[in-house]
């Protein structure tokens, strides 16, 4: 049974910095593909970042593109996502998933609130 835990979470000015790591346990999910993803109040849950499974290739989306970075370690098995020069429509709870390489995130986790004051 594979496990994911988000952390890094908080309140933060608008310009501020915040760091998120997902932590995996239970699985080799350094054989994965990691995503993070967002959902803002009111919103779809979206894809901001993804990350093959040896650093081949990533990815982030527009809104975020030059500010944020997703990273992995996988001999500690965790996932990070730097976020830098953070807006308040950047607000939103923050998800890492794993894909197996079935095209589909199976394993999620709990979501770690981000709240950027203007």
């Known amino acids: 049974q594979g496990r994911l835990i988000e952390s890094g979470g908080g309140v933060v000015q608008a310009g501020g910095s915040l760091r998120l790591s997902c932590a995996a346990s239970?699985?080799?999910?350094?054989?994965?593909?990691m995503g993070w993803f967002r959902q803002a109040p009111g919103k779809e849950r979206e894809l901001i970042a993804r990350?093959?499974?040896?650093?081949?290739?990533?990815y982030v989306t527009d809104s975020v593109k030059g500010r944020f970075t997703i990273s992995r370690d996988n001999a500690k098995n965790i996932v990070y996502l730097q976020m830098n020069s953070l807006r308040p429509e950047d607000t939103a709870v923050y998800y890492c998933a794993a894909d197996p390489g079935l095209g589909q995130y199976q394993y999620w986790g709990q979501g770690t609130q981000v709240t950027v004051s203007s």
């Open positions: 239970g699985r080799t999910f350094s054989r994965y593909t």
């Open positions: 990350i093959s499974l040896s650093d081949i290739s990533r």
